[in-house]
């Protein structure tokens, strides 16, 4: 032990304990984000719909609905929450499905996006709402009836509910 030996630093056995303490935590958070991991899942869709791979943008937003789920369960979402969640993919959806042309298939996705939201309406849902329900081209089914439909249905907000409102107004078209 020299003169100079009390400038020397010891690195006291706490900094240890807390940089294990610190990569657990880490390395719990990275296995929990599911925002992150939903959000990476969404960058990877987007960029399969402008590289015009449909398929795989259809698996990653599903993923991406996925991991929002999990975290919706994680954090104690109510089922209101949680579809609020889940629904702001189907906006996506309905896109990739309105570029293959299946506007039937991509009304039903519009509708359920407004339903699920209809407690927090944003201009965009009657925007989307008017301009997938003209690409289907219904003649016995007005746009305000659509519109009435989703605000009177706030408190039903299920894909099927949608599905099979949108089937009822095609069997309208066909006479059945």
Known sequence: MGL???????KPKADSEF???????????QANDFLGKAAEAGHKAKAAVQAKQHDAAWGFYHEQ??????HANRCGFTARQALALDSQV?????N????????????????????????????RHQQKLSAY?????????SLNEVISF?????KEHTFFLAQSKVAEWKAKENGT
Request: glycine residues 2%; positive net charge.
């Open 4 to 10: 100079f030996s009390i400038f020397k630093k010891k």
């Open 19 to 29: 940089q294990k303490y610190a990569e657990e935590m880490i390395a719990e958070f």
């Open 65 to 70: 609905k996925n991991f929002y789920m999990q």
């Open 90 to 94: 189907h906006e996506d959806l309905a």
């Open 96 to 123: 990739i499905l309105r570029v293959e042309g299946k506007n039937y298939d991509a009304l039903i996705h519009i509708l359920y996006w407004a339903l699920a939201n209809n407690d927090k309406p944003i201009k």
């Open 133 to 141: 329900f003209g690409r289907c081209k219904f003649k016995n089914t």
């Open 150 to 154: 989703a605000s009177r249905h706030a």
